[in-house]
């Protein structure tokens, strides 16, 4: 990935060297007699004398009457052409310095860096005139934080740009005092600005206060005022929230009071034409908390590139105190809780074009609570349930809970039921979303899409929760309960990895029932002249339109069922779909595929010229036409496949960080085999990374791109879609599938392939794959071969493992490239995203109808 580096000429160089071009430029255009005063009246003064002592010479007689006139005419001209000049370089300069003055303005507000920020004040008591900005009291509290910001960043380095503060609320908060909310602006030559960072800025405020070795709270002197040093927040601001906060921007912003306790306050917004830009401040009483809560919200979804809704811990909008971020729009409640009495709500929309509306409500609460000490009664199994604080709301940063567990007997231990969570052990990476300590140790949390078990062999249990210190999370339950240390699961239980217990009869049953899938590591799957018992045992592989057996037994004697009637269609094997437009939707919805059968995705061919090129071929033209090229700043930088029309599928893993979620700075490139040459390029609208992503260990590592534009009908030649497998597709270790993309050719070599590359890889073994990595989960499949030579590479990542149904000839994007040890090493494969395991999830956003 190339490092952009920008380029500035300093403004007073430019100044200095603009005007003197210009005053070349402009002294070269004009005529030789208006260059200066002096040069002008010098040389018409000797050209006349030359002259005059010519024609002297030649005529000895002449009139004196004309050489008279000769020399009233060039007085004349001389005496006007002093006046003209004087009159054309007067108005020279006043339009030079006019346009001087309108540079250094519009320089100044280029220029212009706007830091917000917040600290308590401890040695000053709130009075209710603080609300009035334009109070007498206000006014003392505002102009005094001022003259001491202005001492504190006159005095410092950064004083030659230091251009005012400004102090633009002044609020109560639940550890008294006053909470002074500020913005701090500098005007700064672009050349320079980086040095601005928001931990410099700050760092001169915290360094500027007196604290007392002997004082040992966090509270300091700074010029007479007692700062709260934990209190200080600063952030990089912007230009249109400084103008709208401080009064001179937009005029949509409130001030709401809220005094009653559970009283719903109506938050209703609409916005029917133009930019829109609304700021709500909500204060509630000293010693309690605000709950938003959204009904609904009609926005526009583009990962908050035109609209968003924004909740921040505080009054005003610092990027540190953002709650929660609303992209996307919904009809389902959700409801966030503050830290403090005070929250800050942004509405933004830069274009409406049609009809945009939010729908909620805000409310005083008590603060609760969160932890108790809990003893289990002697009977085993889940007795009770431990939710996260303020469920079912989002709970808020900065939380801490504390549960502790006694059983009634020292045989009996602890069994905690995670509802769509699940918890593993602390690595030195940390953990991004809070973490627990369970009888000292250590574990990080992460949010999936499935029940957990974890037991503790301990009667005596203590239980903390430390809440993530940045957002607001989703809303935790966890049951609990007593369970046999010597026997974890009950008599015909089988216990997975994760302490999950299940029947023993779906144990090796070819279903992942555990979802790590340690019910199906280490079993012998039988696969020639399926007997009766293998049928008994794994009666849901029969007639489930796949030949399990190689005899076909499993799908002979299949009961048929009615035919469907009008609203559905009939799979090949009589089941009904309830969908009448599950045929051609891109999703296997019959387990025999019937339904994508002779349809329009999945419709790649193979081409029998095969050249090798370190463990792939050049693909050729049209071969696989739903790969596609994603471009980062205009470089190639990872794969995705076409799902349908509008909609591509990669890896979460591609879009980590600030610029890399951003749409704004993707391309797509679509019907290209060679780099430079697509045959159709567009913009990515809007990117969705699965909410369940973990970046520590690739899980749940899928994402979903929206085009700005299409791909046309004319393009089907060689642009098409992949199919996408349902929950129930299922492939087989060793079946052949191929991996395709521009990546790198060799691990050791950092340059891309120009031609798009395929190679044949094969499925490996789950058990394998599990043996080889360790941490292989349910949404997780490796593929490759295990001496080596075939394997994706850095810059394929996204792209797709397509696999070939022997039924009818489809394709489907049986996984993504997501990650591995290295490229092409010996009996390590390539690790991709089981696709099928997020059929429901990809059609959450994306039509069935394609």
């Known amino acids: 990935m190339a490092v952009l580096s920008s380029r500035s000429v300093d403004p007073m160089k430019y100044n200095t060297s603009t005007q003197m071009d210009e005053q070349n430029s402009h002294a070269s255009a004009k005529p030789e007699d208006e260059q200066s005063v002096s040069n002008i009246s010098v040389q018409i003064v000797n050209a006349e004398e030359k002259l005059a002592k010519r024609i002297f010479a030649r005529k000895n007689h002449g009139k004196s009457k004309s050489k008279k006139k000769?020399?009233?005419?060039?007085?004349?001209?001389?005496?006007?052409?002093?006046?003209?000049?004087?009159?054309?370089?007067?108005?020279?300069?006043?339009?030079?310095?006019?346009?001087?003055?309108?540079?250094?303005?519009?320089?100044?507000?280029?220029?212009?860096?706007?830091?917000?920020?917040?600290?308590?004040?401890?040695?000053?008591?709130?009075?209710?005139?603080?609300?009035?900005?334009e109070s007498r009291e206000f006014l003392s509290v505002a102009q005094n934080v001022q003259q001491v910001m202005n001492l504190v960043y006159t005095t410092s380095a950064f004083s030659k740009f230091y251009k005012q503060s400004i102090v633009s609320d002044?609020?109560?908060?639940?550890?008294?005092?006053?909470?002074?909310?500020?913005?701090?602006?500098?005007?700064?030559?672009?050349?320079?600005?980086?040095?601005?960072?928001?931990?410099?800025?700050?760092?001169?405020?915290?360094?500027?206060?007196?604290?007392?070795?002997?004082?040992?709270?966090?509270?300091?002197?700074?010029?007479?005022?007692?700062?709260?040093?934990?209190?200080?927040?600063?952030?990089?601001?912007?230009?249109?929230?400084?103008?709208?906060?401080?009064?001179?921007?937009?005029n949509c912003i409130y001030d709401l009071y809220a005094d009653r306790l559970h009283q719903h306050f109506p938050l209703d917004i609409t916005a029917t034409s133009g930019r829109m830009i609304c700021y709500f401040k909500l204060i509630a009483l000293v010693g309690h908390l605000i709950r938003l809560s959204i009904v609904s919200i009609q926005i526009e979804a583009d990962n908050c590139i035109t609209d968003s809704?924004?909740?921040?811990?505080?009054?005003?909008?610092?990027?540190?105190?953002?709650?929660?971020?609303?992209?996307?729009?919904?009809?389902?409640?959700?409801?966030?809780?503050?830290?403090?009495?005070?929250?800050?709500?942004?509405?933004?929309?830069?274009?409406?074009?049609?009809?945009?509306?939010?729908?909620?409500?805000?409310?005083?609460?008590?603060?609760?609570?969160?932890?108790?000490?809990?003893?289990?009664?002697?009977?085993?199994?889940?007795?009770?349930?431990?939710?996260?604080?303020?469920?079912?709301?989002?709970?808020?940063?900065?939380?801490?809970c504390t549960w502790n567990f006694q059983t009634p007997q020292k045989s009996l231990g602890i069994a905690l039921k995670f509802h769509n969570y699940t918890i593993s052990e602390?690595?030195?990476?940390?953990?991004?979303?809070?973490?627990?300590?369970?009888?000292e140790h250590m574990y990080c949390g992460y949010y999936i899409d499935h029940q957990t078990v974890f037991h503790i062999a301990n009667s005596v249990v203590n239980i903390e929760l430390q809440c993530s210190s940045k957002l607001s999370e989703q809303p935790l339950l966890v049951e609990y309960g007593s369970y046999d240390i010597s026997q974890p699961c009950p008599a015909g239980y089988f216990q997975c990895s994760s302490g999950l217990c299940i029947r023993q009869a779906q144990h090796c049953d070819g279903v992942n029932d555990c979802f790590d899938e340690s019910d199906e590591l280490f079993c012998v799957m039988y696969k020639v002249n399926c007997n009766v018992s293998f049928s008994l045992q794994r009666s849901s592989l029969a007639c489930d339109g796949i030949h399990d057996c190689e005899d076909g037994r499993d799908e002979q004697n299949c009961t048929k069922s009615i035919p469907c009637n009008n609203h559905t269609f009939q799979c090949r094997d009589n089941v009904c779909i309830k969908k009448q437009n599950a045929k051609c939707d891109g999703t296997v919805d019959c387990l025999d595929g019937s339904d994508e059968s002779?349809?329009?995705?999945?419709?790649?061919?193979?081409?029998?010229?095969?050249?090798?090129?370190?463990g792939g071929s050049d693909a050729q033209e049209g071969e696989w036409p739903w790969q596609v090229s994603l471009h980062f700043v205009g470089v190639a930088y990872c794969g995705a496949s076409v799902i349908s029309r509008e909609w591509l599928l990669s890896a979460a893993h591609c879009f980590q960080g600030n610029r890399l979620s951003d749409p704004r700075t993707w391309t797509a490139h679509l019907g290209m085999r060679a780099q430079g040459n697509a045959k159709f390029v567009t913009p990515v609208r809007r990117i969705i990374v699965h909410e369940y992503y973990n970046n520590r260990n690739y899980?749940?590592?899928?994402?979903?791109?929206q085009l700005s534009v299409p791909w046309p009908d004319t393009m089907k030649h060689v642009i098409q879609p992949i199919c996408?497998?349902?929950?129930?597709?299922?492939?087989?270790?060793?079946?052949?599938?191929?991996?395709?993309?521009?990546?790198?050719?060799?691990?050791?070599?950092?340059?891309?392939s120009i031609i798009l590359q395929k190679a044949?890889?094969?499925?490996?073994?789950?058990?394998?794959?599990?043996?080889?990595?360790?941490?292989?989960?349910?949404?997780?499949?490796?593929?490759?071969?295990?001496?080596?030579?075939?394997?994706?590479?850095?810059?394929?990542?996204?792209?797709?493992?397509?696999?070939?149904?022997?039924?009818?000839?489809?394709?489907?994007?049986?996984?993504?490239?997501?990650?591995?040890?290295?490229?092409?090493?010996?009996?390590?494969?390539?690790?991709?995203?089981?696709?099928?395991?997020?059929?429901?999830?990809?059609?959450?956003?994306?039509?069935?109808?394609?």
């Open 760 to 850: 044949e890889v094969e499925i490996v073994d789950q058990t394998l794959c599990h043996s080889t990595y360790g941490l292989i989960t349910a949404r997780m499949l490796c593929a490759g071969v295990m001496s080596g030579k075939k394997d994706g590479c850095k810059g394929d990542s996204g792209g797709p493992l397509s696999c070939r149904s022997q039924s009818d000839g489809k394709w489907f994007l049986t996984g993504i490239v997501s990650w591995g040890y290295g490229c092409g090493r010996p009996n390590f494969p390539g690790v991709y995203t089981r696709v099928s395991k997020f059929a429901s999830w990809i059609h959450r956003y994306v039509p069935l109808v394609l």
């Open 699 to 705: 899980d749940y590592d899928i994402a979903l791109l």
């Open 70 to 133: 000769v020399k009233r005419t060039t007085i004349w001209n001389f005496q006007n052409k002093i006046v003209l000049f004087t009159l054309i370089l007067f108005v020279i300069g006043v339009i030079t310095w006019t346009l001087l003055w309108l540079f250094i303005v519009e320089a100044e507000n280029k220029d212009a860096l706007y830091f917000v920020g917040l600290f308590r004040v401890a040695n000053i008591e709130f009075l209710p005139e603080y609300r009035q900005k």
């Open 426 to 439: 602390k690595s030195l990476k940390g953990c991004e979303r809070g973490w627990w300590r369970i009888n």
């Open 598 to 614: 002779n349809c329009s995705c999945g419709s790649g061919k193979i081409s029998n010229i095969y050249h090798r090129i370190v």
């Open 170 to 250: 002044v609020s109560n908060n639940n550890n008294g005092g006053l909470l002074v909310h500020f913005w701090i602006v500098f005007v700064v030559p672009q050349a320079k600005g980086q040095m601005f960072c928001e931990d410099c800025v700050a760092a001169i405020l915290k360094d500027s206060i007196q604290t007392s070795i002997i004082n040992r709270t966090s509270v300091g002197s700074l010029q007479g005022l007692a700062v709260d040093m934990d209190s200080i927040v600063l952030s990089a601001g912007l230009r249109s929230d400084y103008s709208s906060t401080t009064g001179t921007g937009t």
């Open 309 to 400: 809704l924004t909740i921040y811990d505080s009054l005003m909008p610092i990027k540190s105190k953002i709650l929660y971020r609303i992209c996307e729009p919904t009809n389902s409640l959700m409801s966030f809780v503050s830290t403090n009495n005070l929250m800050l709500i942004t509405f933004t929309s830069m274009q409406i074009q049609k009809w945009k509306e939010i729908h909620g409500y805000f409310e005083v609460i008590t603060q609760e609570k969160c932890g108790n000490t809990i003893l289990t009664k002697e009977r085993t199994g889940f007795e009770g349930r431990i939710l996260s604080p303020y469920y079912p709301s989002y709970y808020p940063p900065k939380c801490i």
């Open 724 to 752: 996408i497998p349902s929950l129930s597709h299922k492939v087989h270790s060793g079946e052949k599938c191929w991996i395709t993309g521009w990546g790198q050719r060799q691990e050791a070599n950092d340059q891309g």
